[in-house]
């Protein structure tokens, strides 16, 4: 049969100093304030990390590149190919060809600057996540460290309160005196505060694994957006600027012949496609980005009400 009183064991003894009374206190007391502290230096390190991830919001806000994604994929329909169409004769004598080729011109000229404000935005969410992805792993590891610490707490606990509620059966049977029926009060007393504190350390357990779990998922998929947008946004874009600065650059020149629409029209309808899907890809992002902060505040709350 185990000593009832290994309840020492849920903490080490360098954890334990840091709760030490300052005043004397009985032995009951004394385990009475270590069940009811069980696992208070992990949850408050769960507290800390958990501020820490609330603080790195920053690094990924997404926000002002799904903006300025909106933005392009608005400004892009209005770019009018009718307006560079093969004109008659007529048209290139009243000089109406010249005026479409212009108007054209400055239709592409205002896009372009829609799409080099998109490029700055992604290339500073770039730069935040290469900030914030060795800052966010380490606090993650953390994370993972010290709610498995809990969980050991909680296995101990357990096994203390089983042994525990064991041994005042077989004592409950054989009391007789008022000093041992107290000692059994007593005891299945501190069972009581023990199976509180668990309840709440449980409780900041599951808050934390689930916050970790989407702090992963999030990660994950902010990674694979960054890459889209890098990578097939950037391509798709500056192969619509060259084809469609070429065709912009002789619009309504009458001595230049006319260029083929074909491949120009088809780099538009690619990149307004491409936008599309960078588009959904960011609400994605956006709606696991909610839901962490939301499993974080959760956490919060969890770590604060074991806290107090």
């Known amino acids: 049969m185990a000593d009832p009183d290994h309840t ?20 009951a007391a004394w385990l009475d304030q270590m069940a009811a502290d069980a696992g208070h230096v992990h949850v408050g390190r769960l507290a800390e990390l958990c501020q820490e991830l609330l603080g790195q919001d920053r690094l990924r806000d997404i926000a002002p590149a799904a903006s300025a994604l909106a933005g392009l994929a608005q400004a892009l329909p209005g770019l009018d190919f009718g307006l560079v169409q093969p004109r008659g004769w007529w048209a290139r004598t009243t000089g109406k060809s010249k005026l479409a080729g212009a108007e054209f011109a400055n239709q592409f000229e205002r896009i372009e600057a ?68 107290q000692a059994i009060k007593d005891d299945t007393l501190r ?45 798709n ?27 120009p029209m088809e780099s538009h309808r690619e990149l307004q496609l491409c936008i599309k899907q960078a588009i959904a890809d960011c609400g994605q992002l956006q709606a696991q980005e909610k839901a962490l902060a939301e499993s974080l505040a959760a956490l919060d709350l969890q770590v604060q009400a074991a806290k107090s």
């Open 114 to 181: 829609v799409s080099h404000s998109l490029a700055t935005h992604v290339q500073s969410l770039q730069k935040k996540q290469q900030e914030g992805v060795t800052v966010s792993e380490l606090t993650l590891v953390e994370i993972e460290v010290e709610t498995r610490a809990l969980e050991k707490i909680l296995d101990q606990g357990a096994c203390w309160l089983q042994d525990m509620r064991n041994q005042l059966k077989a004592r409950g049977a054989s009391a007789t005196d008022a000093q041992g029926q």
């Open 8 to 27: 020492a064991s849920l903490m080490t003894p360098a954890k334990l100093a840091q709760v030490r009374p300052k005043v004397p206190v009985t032995p």
């Open 191 to 235: 069972c009581e505060i023990l199976v509180a504190r668990l309840k709440l350390l449980r409780a900041v357990s599951s808050a934390a694994h689930r916050a970790h779990q989407q702090a992963r998922a999030a990660a994950g998929r902010r990674e694979a957006v960054l890459q889209l947008l890098v990578q097939a946004v950037a391509t």
């Open 237 to 263: 874009v500056k192969s619509w600027q060259a084809r469609l600065s070429r065709l912009a650059a002789v619009a309504g020149d009458d001595h230049v012949p006319p260029m083929s629409l074909e491949a």
